[in-house]
């Protein structure tokens, strides 16, 4: 991976509509309202961003480790799936949770999903374009592939 350092210091508000993201720029003499294209998971990543950086690391572990999906000895049925960002997603009504196995080979699962979300998951035209919509970073997740 890769890593840039960014400075936001100057952006003082994100908001997210109709596909486009907005951002209110502190530009000294004047602040700036300035808007664009991007999808609302692109918000919903600068919100996590936030989080982690203007919260404790001791605060930080512990709200991680009570948010952590209980291990299960349980399997999940997985149904594979037609799309560039996952191999197939399986769902456990018992636990409402939702495993997807990425293209990577990666496999994660997410924490008290829905059953709704599960079913319009299963009938989108774009399973990444949902995943990154309405599960990712809704949701408390974990890999499970034993990978790092």
Same mark, same amino acid.
């Given at each position: 991976?890769?890593? +840039?350092?960014?400075?936001? +210091? ?8 109709? #596909?486009?993201?907005?951002? /209110? @720029? ?7 309202? @300035? ?15 936030? &989080? ?7 605060? =930080? ?6 948010t952590e999906i209980p291990?299960?000895?349980?399997? @999940?049925?997985? /149904? ?7 191999? +197939? @997603? #399986?769902? %456990?009504?018992?636990?409402?949770? =939702?495993?997807?196995?990425? %293209? ?16 319009? /998951?299963?009938?989108?035209? +774009?399973? #990444?374009?949902? &995943? ?7 949701? %408390? ?6 990978? =790092?």
């Open positions: 991976m890769k890593l +840039s350092k960014i400075d936001l +210091s100057n952006v003082l508000a994100v908001g997210h509509s109709n #596909g486009l993201l907005g951002l /209110l @720029i502190d530009r000294d003499s004047e602040i700036e309202f @300035i808007e664009i294209a991007a999808p609302e998971a692109a918000l919903h990543g600068l919100q996590m961003v936030d &989080f982690i950086a203007n919260t404790d690391s001791a605060e =930080l572990s512990a709200g991680i480790e009570s291990s299960s000895d349980e399997s @999940i049925t997985m /149904l594979p799936v037609s799309s560039a960002m996952a191999k +197939s @997603i #399986g769902y %456990s009504e018992e636990t409402e949770t =939702l495993q997807i196995e990425f %293209s990577s080979g990666a496999v994660y699962q997410y924490s008290g999903v829905e059953p709704e979300i599960w079913e319009s /998951l299963q009938d989108v035209d +774009s399973t #990444g374009s949902f &995943f990154n919509s309405e599960i990712k970073g809704c949701y %408390s997740s974990r890999r499970v592939d034993g990978q =790092l």
